[in-house]
């Protein structure tokens, strides 16, 4: 089994900042493309952040020089560090990782719970 688990959502000021957090555990084999996602109420999911194996980053442009994402190899897990945010932020936010398990002989989608983050005055 392979499990995603998400911290760090929260209340915060416009202006504000918060970091993620999602760590991977179970039976992992291999872990690829890492990365988040939003979804606001009444709309479409949103790509926010990805995070290669190879270190590439890219970002979706509502967030560009404002998120940044990274990850820690060792402990599977990866960040989004928020700053400036502005209340259209506010959404639930959903870790994603495509993950080789022991279990398997292709790569997987795995998805965090979702963590709220709710940027208001």
């Known amino acids: 089994q392979v499990q995603l688990v998400e911290s760090g959502g929260g209340l915060v000021q416009p202006g504000g900042s918060l970091r993620l957090s999602c760590a991977a555990s179970?039976?992992?084999?291999?872990?690829?493309?890492m990365a988040w996602y939003r979804q606001a109420p009444g709309k479409q999911p949103e790509l926010v952040a990805t995070?290669?194996?190879?270190?590439?980053?890219s970002y979706a442009d509502s967030v560009k020089g404002r998120f940044t994402i990274s990850r820690d190899s060792a402990k599977r897990t990866v960040y989004l560090q928020m700053n400036s945010l502005k209340p259209e932020d506010t959404a639930v936010y959903y870790c994603n990782a495509r993950i080789l398990s022991t279990s398997s002989t292709y790569y997987r989608d795995y998805w965090g719970q979702g963590t709220h983050v709710t940027v208001s005055s």
């Open positions: 995070s290669t194996r190879g270190g590439s980053t």
């Open positions: 179970g039976t992992i084999f291999s872990t690829n493309n």
